[in-house]
């Protein structure tokens, strides 16, 4: 997410304003992609049912597949390997070190694996969080881009992108964000079509449990 989040203000500043940065006074907002990423409705059940069928019907059916391959190979190796020339028995042994490794590297394979099916799941939601980003950047004229955590002071209310995505997107803030948004004069509408993933796509939101 980080990469992606440095991509996309960095494309951001340099199509915008680089050509007048240095005439104008530094703007700053503060962002954070995993802020907006849980405020779509129903998004963490949604991954966590999307993420559970994938083990169910891949990651495991590979796990057993790949074991079963193991086992064959290992019997087929120790009872005829003698009977196949020095080549040959060097591809068996490569093939059965190979398997050997993903078996032992299962929990590390698993894992890549789901971080990979997860961001393919994120990915229309996120387009729809950086076009908005994107969107807010130029109009607003902001000139740099950060996260929240890089300031020990954070910028003022009216300088929370997260807030104003969200808000672009009529995503649902939470009451406390709403108040402080209106006690700042800042309003918490928006004229920008609501958020919805295109039909058949899926759900977008914080890290599933990996097990």
Do not use: H
Not at 141 to 162: C, G, T
């Amino acid at each position: 997410m980080k990469k992606v989040f440095v991509l996309c203000v960095a494309f951001a500043l340099s199509l915008t304003f680089i050509s007048n940065a240095s005439a104008q006074q530094g703007k700053i907002g503060i962002f954070d992609e995993q802020t907006v990423l849980s405020l779509f409705p129903g998004i963490q059940q949604k991954l966590d049912t999307l993420m559970g069928k994938f083990v169910n019907d891949s990651l495991k059916p590979d796990y057993d597949y790949t074991y079963q391959q193991y086992l064959l190979k290992d019997s087929t190796y120790n009872k005829d390997s003698l009977k196949y020339q020095p080549s040959t028995r060097a591809v068996m042994r490569k093939d059965l070190n190979d398997l050997k490794a993903k078996i032992v590297n299962w929990q590390q394979y698993q894992n890549q694996a789901m971080e990979q099916k997860q961001q393919e799941i994120l990915e229309p939601y996120r387009q729809k969080l950086y076009d908005a980003l994107l969107k807010i950047i130029q109009e607003q004229k902001y000139i740099y881009v950060m996260k929240s955590d890089a300031f020990v002071i954070p910028p003022p209310i009216a300088d929370n992108l997260s807030l104003k995505v969200a808000i672009a997107l009529k995503l649902p803030l939470p009451k406390e964000a709403q108040d402080a948004l209106r006690n700042a004069g800042i309003s918490t509408t928006s004229d920008a079509a609501p958020a919805k993933p295109a039909a058949g796509t899926k759900p977008a939101a914080p890290a599933a449990k990996k097990n």
